[in-house]
C-alpha cells in the first residue's frame, strides 16, 4: 500500500512563505498524476495544484500566480512552494496520488495543516 507523507505545514503571517513536501513510501514514476488539495472548516475539499508524469500542471484558481507545484521522481517527493500566503489558504493540505488505468489507485496522506494569521 502507497503511503503519503506531508510536512512543511505551520503557523505563518499573511504574506508569508511555506513549502510542503509530500514523500511516497515508493517510486512515484507510475504515478498518473500527484497533487495536493485543501480543505477548510465547514468547505468542501478543493483542488489546489496537480502535476502529471509527462509534466502537465494545473492549478486552483484561487492560488494562481502564488502556489507553485513541482515532483522529484528520485527522491518519491512532491513539492508546493506557497508564495504571498493569505487568510484564505487556511486549511489543511492533503497529497494525493492517483494512477489511472487497469491498476487504478486513489491515494490520500494524512494532512498538514497551514495555518495564515496575523
Known amino acids: 500500500q502507497l503511503q503519503l507523507v506531508e510536512s512543511g505545514g505551520g503557523l505563518v503571517q499573511p504574506g508569508g512563505s511555506l513549502r510542503l513536501s509530500c514523500t511516497a513510501s515508493?517510486?512515484?514514476?507510475?504515478?498518473?498524476?500527484m497533487g495536493w488539495y485543501r480543505q477548510a472548516p465547514g468547505k468542501q475539499r478543493e483542488l489546489v495544484a496537480a502535476?502529471?508524469?509527462?509534466?502537465?500542471?494545473k492549478y486552483g484558481d484561487s492560488v494562481k500566480g502564488r502556489f507553485a507545484i513541482s515532483r522529484d521522481n528520485e527522491k518519491n517527493t512532491v513539492y508546493l512552494q506557497m508564495n504571498s500566503l493569505q487568510v484564505e489558504d487556511t486549511a489543511v493540505y492533503y497529497c494525493?496520488?492517483?494512477?489511472?488505468?487497469?491498476?487504478?489507485?486513489?491515494?490520500w496522506g494524512q494532512g498538514t495543516q497551514v495555518t495564515v494569521s496575523s
Open positions: 502535476i502529471s508524469t509527462g509534466g502537465t500542471i
Open positions: 515508493r517510486s512515484i514514476d507510475a504515478m498518473t498524476s
Open positions: 494525493n496520488a492517483v494512477v489511472v488505468g487497469p491498476d487504478y489507485r486513489n491515494d
